[in-house]
C-alpha cells in the first residue's frame, strides 16, 4: 500500500516535497515512481527510482529541479521540487511496479493523489 503526502499551495519559484509512504514488502527488483495528472490531461511520468539500487530517471520537463530518493529502512520514497512552475500544477500519485516504465498502466500499485498547485 503507499500514501502519498506533502501537497499544498507555493509561488513560483517554490520548492515542496513530496512523500510516498510505503506499507507491506517492497521488492528489491520493484521500481517506485511519481506521477502527474493535471486537469483535463491524461497522467504523465515525472520521476522513477529502483528501490533495491536506487538508480533514477526523470521526466524532461523536470530534470535538474526535482530529485527522487528513497530511504529503505522508513519505506518512504521522496520526491523533491524545486523551482516550482505553474505548469507543475497537478495531483501527484506515487506507485510500484516491477519493471522501469514511463507508463502509467505498468504499474500495480497506487497511492492517492497529492494535490499541488503553484501559483505565477
Known amino acids: 500500500q503507499l500514501q502519498a503526502s506533502g501537497g499544498g499551495l507555493v509561488q513560483a519559484g517554490g520548492s515542496l516535497r513530496l512523500s510516498c509512504a510505503i506499507s507491506g514488502r517492497m521488492p528489491s527488483s520493484y521500481v517506485v515512481a511519481w506521477f502527474r495528472q493535471a486537469t483535463g490531461k491524461e497522467r504523465e511520468f515525472v520521476a522513477w527510482?529502483?528501490?533495491?539500487?536506487?538508480?533514477?530517471m526523470y521526466a524532461d520537463p523536470v530534470k535538474g529541479r526535482f530529485t527522487i530518493t528513497r530511504d529503505t529502512a522508513e519505506k518512504y520514497v521522496m520526491l523533491q521540487m524545486n523551482s516550482l512552475k505553474p505548469e507543475d500544477t497537478a495531483d501527484y500519485f506515487c506507485?510500484?511496479?516491477?519493471?522501469?516504465?514511463?507508463?502509467?498502466?505498468?504499474?500495480?500499485?497506487w497511492g492517492q493523489g497529492t494535490q499541488v498547485t503553484v501559483s505565477s
Open positions: 527510482i529502483w528501490w533495491g539500487g536506487g538508480s533514477d
Open positions: 506507485a510500484a511496479g516491477p519493471a522501469f516504465s514511463f507508463i502509467a498502466s505498468n504499474y500495480q500499485y
